[in-house]
């Protein structure tokens, strides 16, 4: 409770710093939604011609990619401070971080909240109750808690990538790009179902990478085409979660502090 | 002891890229700390000096557990810093000069409260120390703005008391006056003299602001290559080094020549000059004597030589 408590403490400072710069803010709400805007035209465009994907129909896509999306969205509100954990190695702020007595993963989380995901939240989640009534899925209680269930634990999945990817950072001070090819490129592979892919690409965004677990096995099951054992399988993330915190703990000890 | 370091070392990986090689690189080690042991009592105030990357912010960071040191031992009031991170936090205040630990769009107080919740400060007890702090700093009405209209001066009095929100017992300074206005430094050096004699506040601070040690410490480290090279007073260190002094003199009639024995002309005019002179070389007596030859003294004043030339002295001896 204590730490949600300090946890929203936080979030009030980042949303009254925001607001000191409200054209930005706007700004930023508008651009954030011109990505999955320009990536939903893509998947339009691509069903405008070929009708289906394999024997996935549009809604159902849709479905996969709102979740995709939603979850990125959380994650990057959220998370933002894992997301740019680079700068604030480089900046010197993480030593401000350590002097706190307080757990380095809460301190990360509350160092940074961005407020101007919310467009893309909005979106993501308009998109996706046009996507569920559409589907043709007959919604059950529990079709809906696997639903929710999806987009938390992609939620997670990006978070533990970032975290994992976070740890890196104490050894070379310097960001990597390399990152974004499983972040920004996960979310846009996870996207489509991933049974559309090669089948190695499918093991290692299933296994490696959870990906798959949060929104193409549950997926399927929603769809009808897997048992409902499947709908638990975002769970995975929980583990994958603790296992990236302790990559994260290890970098720590190798932190070397710039400057 | 309330601080001990017992040959404490710290070694950086350094990659570098060798030229023309896209993926080759170099690697080695550099020591940012070789073998440091001091111990530092309760209530001290000490004065950490150095080249820059003399490795000082390394024993301050290794000190407040931001870094694990490779090798020895460093305890704190009885805790292992980095072991123990979040209990040892508790009990330290760190300013870094250069960092902020302000937020920097939204007004001091709300960062101050913020801090509070972080620390787990009790209410009463909080309000108690702001007041407290607010009085000795002049802060009142900093607190409602927001840090990023802050002159550096005001700022740096809301890091330091944003560094004792918690009544810490230790405090680690590290260049706490860099940049500052002389007004701001003589309220920040006031105030750390004024903790340390109220609440006994145990204070290492680095700078290169010789005037900060002088008015602060009593007692002086000098690192240098990651290796502590002096610890005792400043006096000392001034004594052994401060060689010359300097004299300035303004006169009436007659002239000074280009040369003169036993002292340097550093600036000359018409009617005023200064000099420097060694006065285990060259008695005050006989630089007088040979002066009044040349012109009519109207007026003198001997000096100390400036600490930073002392400073720049001992460094160069040093091998710095």
């Known amino acids: 409770m204590q730490v949600l408590r300090l946890y929203f403490r936080h979030v009030a400072i980042h949303v009254r710093a925001a607001m000191e710069y409200r054209a930005s803010f706007a700004l930023m709400l508008v651009i954030q939604v011109l990505t999955p805007l320009s990536a939903l035209a893509g998947v339009y465009f691509l069903f405008q011609n070929f009708g289906a994907l394999q024997d996935w129909t549009l809604p159902q896509i849709l479905l996969c990619f709102a979740v995709t999306y939603l979850s990125f969205a959380l994650a990057e509100c959220f998370g933002r401070g894992f997301d740019t954990f680079s700068r604030l190695i480089r900046q010197g702020s993480f030593d401000r971080l350590m002097v706190q007595p307080r757990n380095l993963i809460l301190l990360t989380f509350c160092s940074d909240f961005a407020l101007n995901r919310v467009s893309k939240i909005g979106l993501a989640l308009c998109l996706l109750v046009y996507a569920a009534l559409h589907a043709g899925i007959r919604w059950t209680a529990y079709k809906l808690l696997v639903l929710v269930l999806m987009a938390l634990s992609g939620t997670l999945v990006f978070l533990g990538v970032w975290i994992a990817f976070a740890a890196l950072c104490f050894v070379t001070i310097e960001g990597l790009e390399v990152v974004n090819i499983f972040t920004d490129g996960g979310r846009e592979l996870s996207s489509y179902p991933l049974d559309i892919y090669l089948k190695p690409v499918c093991r290692f965004f299933t296994l490696v990478i959870p990906f798959g677990v949060m929104n193409y096995l549950p997926l399927r099951f929603l769809v009808g085409k897997a048992p409902a054992i499947y709908g638990l399988s975002p769970l995975y993330a929980l583990p994958f979660l603790a296992a990236c915190v302790g990559v994260f703990y290890l970098g720590v000890r190798h932190y070397r502090s710039a400057g | ?320």
């Open chain 2, 1 to 320: 002891m309330l601080i001990t370091l017992e040959n404490i070392g710290k070694d950086y990986v350094v990659h570098r890229k060798l030229p023309g090689h896209v993926l080759k690189r170099e690697r080695t080690l550099v020591r940012a700390l070789g073998e440091v042991s001091f111990s530092i009592d309760r209530g001290e105030i000490v004065g950490y000096i150095g080249p820059n990357g003399a490795g000082k912010s390394t024993t301050i960071k290794i000190m407040s557990g931001i870094l694990t040191p490779d090798r020895g031992l460093c305890r704190v009031d009885g805790r292992i810093p980095h072991k123990v991170r979040k209990e040892h936090v508790r009990h330290i205040g760190v300013v870094f000069g250069q960092r902020s630990s302000l937020w920097w769009d939204v007004p001091v107080i709300d960062s101050f409260n913020l801090l509070r919740d972080i620390y787990g400060v009790d209410k009463e007890r909080y309000g108690r120390t702001l007041r407290r702090l607010s009085e000795m700093l002049d802060l009142g009405p900093l607190l409602r703005t927001p840090a990023r209209q802050l002159s550096l001066g005001q700022r740096m009095r809301c890091e330091v008391a944003a560094a004792l929100l918690h009544e810490p017992d230790i405090l680690f300074l590290d260049e706490p006056t860099i940049g500052l206005d002389a007004v701001s430094k003589l309220a920040v050096r006031d105030f750390i003299l004024e903790i340390n004699r109220e609440r006994g506040v145990t204070v290492l601070l680095t700078t290169h602001d010789m005037h900060d040690i002088e008015a602060l410490a009593k007692r002086v480290m000098l690192l240098g290559k990651g290796a502590l090279l002096y610890d005792g007073s400043l006096e000392a260190i001034r004594e052994r080094y401060a060689g010359e002094k300097q004299l300035s003199l303004r006169y009436a009639r007659g002239r000074l020549p280009d040369r003169l024995e036993g002292a340097q002309i550093v600036q000359a005019d018409i009617g005023h000059a200064t000099l420097r002179f060694d006065p285990s070389k060259t008695s005050a007596q006989r630089l007088f004597a040979q002066l009044s030859q040349l012109v009519e003294l109207r007026d003198v004043s001997i000096q100390e030589a400036p600490l930073e030339t002392v400073m720049a002295t001992l460094y160069k001896e040093m091998g710095l």
